[in-house]
């Protein structure tokens, strides 16, 4: 899919800008002629990978799971740029893959800090800017697993449908109100970030590689999506296609799982227990 849209100056806020969805998403964003404001912890080589816009890409370090960094970080941006953002998305996420008695409390709450409160935060700072006049759009990025459960990602799952939740209510919110600020809840499938593991024993199978999406197709299916003004943007046809399923037929979610983590027939149908890959 190839953009077209123009976005000339247009103010664009990417949370967890480092990752590869949203490394993507700012890409794209600045080629579309936007000014990108990306928040993350820590630069990495965000701003060298893409210093061919250095005069429109402005970084900001920020902790998603504590409202004052947020906070401040946006009113630098009104102070720089005289106005607010335009587009602001919620990408920021972590995740740990173990069984759930592995991970800590610690552990546990940070997954729900940064996905949860980062989303919180985040949508409630740009509806608080989005004023005078009232224009803009907010995406939530949740993901499959915001409607479907998967084992060994508790703490994630949990998130996500507290995402999924939370993005729809105040979706209905702002439609009573007839809002021009747009809400939309994005739900990517497998994506090749760093949440996905890439050794050990949650490694997705090697058949099931065809699943696993280019992070720039991703992003380009989410800033297809909220152009369009969609209420709910699944990018990739595997991520349509498992919720779905699990809307239509709970079931399959289970034998789903058991085909993503099994390493044999026994395992797949239940004869056997799983236990962990060697």
Known sequence: MKLSLKLQDELVVVTGANGGIGKALCKEYLALGAVVCAFDLADENLTEELKEYKNRLFFYKVDVSLESSINEALSNILEKFKKPPFIWINNAGIARVDHFENISSTEFDKILDVNIKGVIYGTRAALG????????????????????????????????????????????????????????????GFARTKIMPQEGEFTLPKAFDFMVADPHAVAVEIISGISSGKDEIRPTLHAKLIIEAARLMPRLNKIGSRLLVAKNWKEIIGFNPIKPRK
């Open 129 to 188: 800017v989005m004023k005078s006049p009232e224009r803009g759009h907010i995406a939530n990025v949740s993901s499959v697993n915001g409607a479907v459960a998967t084992p060994f990602m508790s703490a994630y799952v949990a998130s996500k449908h507290a995402v999924d939740g939370f993005t729809r209510s105040i979706q209905i919110e702002k439609s009573f109100k007839h809002s021009a600020v747009k809400i939309h809840l994005v739900s990517p």
